[in-house]
């Protein structure tokens, strides 16, 4: 049966939320080089539609028409005092160049102006420079006629009206580059520049377009709308995906090893009389490092089973001999008892005899052996005085020690006590039924 621990999640739901706090942790580093190359994208788009647009009305002028009214107008500007430049709103000033504004140029300004309300411009215009100064100088402005510059008039850096000239350059050749500022009535415009060439291939000055792009952020905000829930579907599906992979590849192994661990465990150890099949039964088959554990597991379970059963064996046989030296310590105990009993141990010996004093005691070397000693009166004036020892130790000797001490004593007495013939005649006896 299948346990789970409670208060405690889950390898799936861990691996499933892992998985998606790191695609998130990678969305979110990832999200804002998407948003910028976004950003990228839709600036390029600008520019290179703006270049289209401008480029296309430009085209719409005669060339030879923009280098002369360039010529005249650059002519007239640079022969102007400064002083009077200053005041380039005044009649005075405008008056020099009205001469400028004949029917062909209002009809190449007709051009920006349609360019400028077809595409729904801020403004289109053309000047040249003023590097000295920092100027635009307009030859033709295609923006509505309240607001619209003469040619000779002119917008300043020094009054931030302006780009510097080395940015214009930059922006100029960029493939996204732009120069966005905000105002009240436009919101958010963009300008960018083309270059003009006179007939010949001379530059001249530039082309300028200013565009609004305050659907800027709109287009950054809906590419979010659908970013976003884009990859949170993605996410979500692709943890989904990966955890299914991971548990049938790698938690249900280790989870139905566990289970199996949980069982084994469990089992009971003491009567085991085989070798177990728990985790072989599994048949796992992943080919990576969970079939390596499996297969490690499968040598260990028989390792410890067969361990188990050879303590088992020796256990029992263990507690066989055990009590087999039981009852051998037990008989070899009342053998002791009885070989004591035999020797002389109450003291003291004679009481009635005063004329001397006799001790003895013996320490066997095993539980029994066949140290011998006794003392006995032979007759009312001779003690008979015994010390032996039987070859051998152990039960064996002791039985002989017993035969040998009796007859010792028997033969004294019948034999009054002399030595020589006593021991004869015992040693007679003995080997008369103990070959060995």
Known sequence: MKKKSHGRNSLESKAFWTIVAGAAVFLLIISPFELIMHAYTIMTNYKRESRLDLAYAVSL??????????????EIYDKTPEELKQKQFTDEYRQIFVPLVDEQFLDYRRILVKCREEKELVNCYLIFTDEEKERFVFLIDGDKNDYAYLPGQWLSNENGEIEDLDTIDKIEESKWRLTITYGKLYGFTATNYIDLYDTQGNWIGYGVIDFSVNDFF????????????????????????????????????????????????????????????YFSNLKIDTNDEIQDLWESMVNMETDISETMIRIREVTE???????????????????????EGILPRNFPAFPDRTEFDIYASMIPA???GGDLYDFFLVDEDHLGLVMADVSGKGISASLFMTMAKTLIQNEAIKLHGRPGEVLKSVNAHLMSGNEA
């Not at 299914?244 to 199996?260: C, G, H, S, T």
């Open 61 to 74: 002028i005669d060339p030879q028409y923009l280098e002369d009214l360039y010529k005249n107008t650059k």
């Open 218 to 277: 709109q287009k950054l905000f809906d590419f979010l709308k659908i970013y976003i829930p884009f990859l949170v579907l993605i996410v979500t599906f692709g943890a989904h995906a990966i955890s299914r992979i991971l548990k049938r590849e790698l938690i249900v192994p280790l989870d139905n090893m566990a289970n199996v661990a949980r069982e084994y465990t469990a089992r009971d150890k003491v009567k085991q009389t085989n070798v177990t099949h």
């Open 317 to 339: 046989a263990q507690a066989k001999l055990q009590s087999k030296q039981d009852r051998i310590n037990n008989e070899l105990s009342i053998a002791t008892r009885i070989q």
């Open 366 to 368: 095993l539980q029994v």
